[in-house]
């Protein structure tokens, strides 16, 4: 079966400082990869997708980047949080060329920066 | 650009009973996916139901089932028999067929009592 990991489940940084949020997918080869912010009482934002190793589409620009050094790796970084940085962070995966095919998330990094 | 729109912030229902979502949407396609998700306190995202734009059978699952209206760009959630563990919030999404991200609504906080 697919399942999907993501770390840390909360981090709290100080502006400024760099972050590195991981999610690794097993059970499924291929598969798209999504970034997702949820700030508090709003919906889920799309902040980065990518259909393969070193492919990455960015849908919102800011401070974040996102790297696919793995095909089953996905990673969030920034060199420098900024205070609207805060919320939760979901990492998805669905399967590559499924149009239409439901993506499923990982348990989230509750982010706080100070 | 698609838009996804909840009218409902929140809605409580009681135990046993039976409760609708509501959901519109904005897009100018023909093909394209619905989705629902539901985000209990744990935050973790998970599947509801799905359907397709082409198909005309309302999708169900279980409890779950959708009044899906594509002139009306309408896609509700009815919940029957509802039970204390419905408890979360409940978001629509689309997805166009010509593309690979979901758009989220607000979302709905249902509280479900006893």
């Known amino acids: 079966s697919q399942t999907i990991h993501q770390w840390p489940a909360t981090l709290v940084q100080p502006v400024g400082s760099p972050l590195s949020l991981e999610c690794t997918v097993e059970?499924?080869?291929?598969?798209?990869l999504y970034w997702y912010r949820q700030a508090a009482g709003r919906g889920l934002q799309l902040l980065f997708y990518s259909v393969g190793i070193g492919q990455i589409s960015s849908e919102v620009p800011q401070n974040l980047s996102a790297s696919r050094p793995q095909d089953r790796q996905f990673i969030l970084s920034s060199k420098k949080l900024l205070l609207s940085d805060s919320g939760f962070y979901l990492c998805?995966?669905?399967?590559?060329?499924?149009?239409?095919?439901?993506?499923?998330f990982g348990d989230g990094t509750r982010l706080s920066i100070l | 650009a698609q838009t996804v729109t909840q009218s409902q912030p929140e809605m409580s229902v009681q135990e046993a009973e039976t409760v609708t979502l509501s959901c519109t949407y904005d897009?100018?396609?023909?093909?394209?996916?619905l989705f629902w998700y539901k985000q209990p306190p744990s935050r973790q995202m998970i599947l509801v139901i799905r359907q397709e734009a082409y198909k005309q059978q309302n999708a169900t699952e279980n409890r779950f089932s959708v009044n899906f209206q594509k002139a009306a760009k309408s896609f509700s959630l009815k919940i029957s028999d509802s039970q204390l563990g419905d408890t979360a919030m409940y978001f629509c999404?689309?997805?166009?067929?010509?593309?690979?991200?979901?758009?989220f609504g607000k979302g709905t906080s249902l509280l479900v009592t006893p």
């Open positions: 999404a689309f997805m166009p067929h010509s593309g690979y991200a979901l758009n």
């Open positions: 897009t100018s396609e023909n093909n394209y996916y």
């Open positions: 059970g499924t080869s291929n598969p798209n």
């Open positions: 998805a995966h669905g399967s590559r060329g499924g149009i239409g095919q439901p993506q499923h």
